[in-house]
């Protein structure tokens, strides 16, 4: 199975920063990589697809980036409601498998 | 508006058996594939199973291979999850999601399933 590892694990930041968060693939997984936010007592929500694709209706402060075996999710200004967990996911194969998750949290 | 609906969640003992519903609506039900993704309390989200729109291809993590199956039913727009011999670390929310090539991209809003004596 493709492990996916994102870190950190969690980071503290302030309304207005900028967020960057991995995620590393134990193996080449090409760009068949989503990003996901969840909050608390919901379900998550796609953020971005095949590595860099943004999906409808989510704020372009949201960017992916990478390919291969290393991904980068990066959020600008940060705003309230960008206060959550966000997961990677791995869709090489349709043995799925999610990141850990990484917390960003209000410093 | 696409909306899925779970249902079916529950206390079940261990070595129980429940069955999982999700009733999708808004969307052209058949031409999706479908997935079930879990998360235990407090933990992150894991991949439990996905099926192709017309049901004819299943695919299941090996954590519940052999004791959960995943069909559908396309006339009524509803996707089902078996569960057999249930453990305690089956406990968790469990989401139904729709699959748009590779990702998910819309969700339900989980059933929660504990398996607890």
């Given amino acids: 199975d493709i492990q ?15 967020v960057t968060i991995t ?3 134990s193996q080449d997984i090409s760009s068949w990589l989503a990003w996901y936010q969840q909050k608390p007592g919901q379900a998550p929500n796609l953020l971005i697809y095949a590595a860099s694709s943004l ?40 043995l799925w498998t999610f990141g850990q998750g990484t917390k960003v949290e209000i410093q | 508006e696409v909306q899925l609906l779970e249902s079916g969640g529950g206390l079940v ?9 999700c009733a999708g609506s808004g969307f052209i039900f058949s031409t999706y594939a479908m997935t079930w993704v879990r998360q235990a309390p407090g933990k ?5 199973s996905t099926i192709s729109g017309s049901g ?3 695919a299941y993590a090996d954590s519940v ?12 727009n509803t996707l089902y999850l078996q569960m057999n011999s249930l453990r305690a670390d089956d406990t968790a929310v469990y989401y139904c999601a729709s699959v748009q090539g590779r990702q ?10 504990t398996v607890s004596s």
């Fill in chain 1, 4 to 18: 996916m590892t994102q870190s950190p694990s969690s980071v503290s930041a302030s309304v207005g920063d900028r």
């Fill in chain 1, 23 to 25: 995620c590393r693939a």
């Fill in chain 1, 55 to 94: 999906q409808s209706g989510v704020s372009s402060r949201f960017s992916g980036s990478g390919s291969g075996t290393d991904f980068t999710l990066t959020i600008s200004n940060l705003q309230p409601e960008d206060f959550a967990t966000y997961y990677c996911q791995q869709a090489k194969t349709f």
């Fill in chain 2, 13 to 21: 003992q261990p070595g129980g058996s429940l069955r999982l519903s």
């Fill in chain 2, 44 to 48: 992150g989200l894991d991949w439990v």
């Fill in chain 2, 56 to 58: 004819a291809g299943t």
């Fill in chain 2, 65 to 76: 291979k052999g004791r959960f199956s995943m069909s559908r039913d396309n006339s009524k």
């Fill in chain 2, 104 to 113: 998910l991209d819309y969700w339900g809003q989980g059933t929660l399933v």
